[in-house]
């Protein structure tokens, strides 16, 4: 799709220094056991903010005054990322998230070595306008061997979106800047590969972080973490995560 290409263009232009500067690497290689064993974030010196309101992110997926946030920091070609989506995340949510016990946020981190990250990021983005973010989320990591620009004009047919509203959305500097947004609020909590996770809670309007970890993690260490935050009390040296809208 023409619209497309000048959109990553656009971006390219826009933040191209940015992404050359954020040194970011391949997709994380851990194993489930790096969830457990990661530091509680506090030393990478991230000030505490305000969250912005969540309740109408169409990012975010349960209830908006469930007691554990997970914020999800991924990228639409990582094949890791995909297989979190395509296999664990139908059971956190149908465990978890659709319970009342998890809210999941998503957010952007494409890796420079990605040429099609952030032209997905857009895409999805701009299909959060019209209503469709999660269905094009789940599409571009179902077929992330496949993202290009005539993956997204199907797939903005086949989710029956507004063609001239997206092709306006892609073309729209503001695209570019939210995902340069979620870059850069990852970078300030030293996360630099994907996927990466930030386990926290709701806490009067905040979300107060526990902890962070990088790399895939299966079904159960998920569970396990979650488990162990809904057991236990907040822990006075969380910090605040202002998590964008």
Not at 175 to 185: A, C, F, T, W
Not at 209 to 215: K, P, Q, W
Not at 221 to 237: F, Q, V, Y
Request: aromatic share 8%; net charge positive.
């Amino acid at each position: 799709m023409k619209l497309i290409r000048r959109a990553r263009d656009c971006f390219r232009v826009l933040v191209g220094t940015s992404l050359l500067l954020t040194a970011l690497t391949g997709c994380a290689l851990h194993t489930k056991q790096d969830v457990e064993t990661v530091s509680t974030v506090g030393g990478h010196g991230a000030n505490p903010a305000v969250a912005r309101p969540t309740v109408t992110d169409p990012r975010s997926l349960g209830r908006d005054d469930a007691p554990i946030v997970i914020v999800e920091y991924s990228d639409y070609q990582c094949p890791y990322c995909s297989q979190f989506h395509t296999h664990v995340l139908p059971k956190l949510k149908s465990v978890y998230i659709d319970t009342g016990k998890v809210r999941l946020i998503f957010r952007d981190l494409p890796l420079a070595i990605h040429r099609e990250s952030v032209p997905a990021a857009i895409t999805a983005h701009c299909a959060a306008e019209q209503g469709k973010f999660w269905e094009m989320n789940a599409a571009l990591f179902a077929k992330y061997r496949e993202l290009g620009p005539e993956l997204y004009e199907r797939l903005v047919q086949t989710l029956n979106l507004d063609t001239d509203k997206f092709g306006t959305c892609v073309q729209s500097p503001s695209s570019g800047k939210s995902v340069q947004r979620d870059m850069q609020e990852a970078r300030r909590y030293g996360l630099k590969s994907t996927p990466s996770f930030i386990f926290g809670r709701f806490d009067k309007g905040k979300v107060a972080i526990h902890r962070a970890a990088s790399g895939y993690a299966d079904f159960e260490t998920l569970a396990r973490e979650i488990d162990n935050l809904l057991a236990t009390t907040p822990a006075s040296g969380e910090r605040l995560l202002p998590v964008q809208k």
